[in-house]
């Protein structure tokens, strides 16, 4: 099984204050990706990485930015939280190749943001 | 662009019944991938099943088929002999585009009554 952690699993913040959350994986997936997960919207991509320093932008990226520095970690940050932060996120891992690989999901991190 | 359409937002079935979730897909690319994803009340998301764009044959995993009409862009999940288990949010996911990203539907969640 893909071995994948985020951390914290739960924060909560202020508006206006820098948030980063850690993406974890121990078996060299090249593909990684945040979602966030909001009522009536299911998950949405945030920003995605194909590779060390290869990151690319997805569907709701205003607000967050990403790095990759090492294979294994995927850190998002957000800069100056605001309340439409507030969310779920889930970090993901593509386990195949192309369209065939289903992605496999870390556990989520809830963000308050007050 | 790609999207996901998931018209059910809620739906009850009686246990041991089986039951059709909805999924329509929009993509102008050749190839591509769809995928159900369970979202029980814990919250992570579990793999269930894929259909590839060229694959001939229907996809099923144990109790769960994948009902692909490429002409109608359908791709609906039929759960058979329903479990008390089986509550939980489900989305269907494709996966396309140059970059393959995964981009979600809104979600239908399904009750199942003793």
């Known amino acids: 099984d893909a071995g994948i952690t985020q951390s914290p699993r739960h924060k909560v913040t202020e508006t206006g204050t820098p948030v980063t959350l850690r993406c974890h994986q121990t078996?060299?997936?090249?593909?990684m990706y945040w979602y966030r997960q909001d009522p009536g919207h299911g998950l949405r991509l945030i920003h995605y990485s194909y590779g060390v320093k290869d990151t690319d932008k997805g569907e709701v990226s205003d607000g967050y930015s990403v790095s990759r520095s090492k294979t294994e970690d995927f850190l998002l940050t957000l800069e100056s939280a605001t309340s439409s932060q507030t969310s779920v996120y889930f970090c993901?891992?593509?386990?195949?190749?192309?369209?065939?690989?289903?992605?496999?999901f870390g556990e989520g991190s809830r963000l308050t943001v007050l | 662009a790609q999207k996901i359409t998931q018209t059910q937002p809620g739906m009850f079935v009686q246990e041991k019944e089986a039951v059709t979730l909805d999924c329509t897909y929009d993509?102008?690319?050749?190839?591509?991938?769809l995928f159900w994803y369970k979202q029980p009340s814990s919250g992570e998301m579990i793999f269930l099943i894929y259909?590839?764009?060229?694959?001939?044959q229907n996809a099923t995993e144990g109790r769960y088929s994948l009902n692909f009409q490429k002409a109608r862009k359908s791709a609906n999940l039929v759960i058979s002999a329903s479990q008390l288990g089986d509550s939980a949010m489900y989305f269907c996911?494709?996966?396309?585009?140059?970059?393959?990203?995964?981009?979600f539907g809104k979600g239908t969640k399904l009750s199942v009554k003793p």
């Open positions: 078996e060299n997936h090249r593909y």
């Open positions: 993509t102008s690319d050749q190839s591509y991938g």
């Open positions: 259909q590839g764009s060229y694959d001939e």
């Open positions: 993901a891992i593509s386990l195949g190749q192309g369209f065939t690989g289903e992605l496999f």
């Open positions: 996911a494709m996966r396309g585009g140059s970059q393959g990203n995964l981009i």
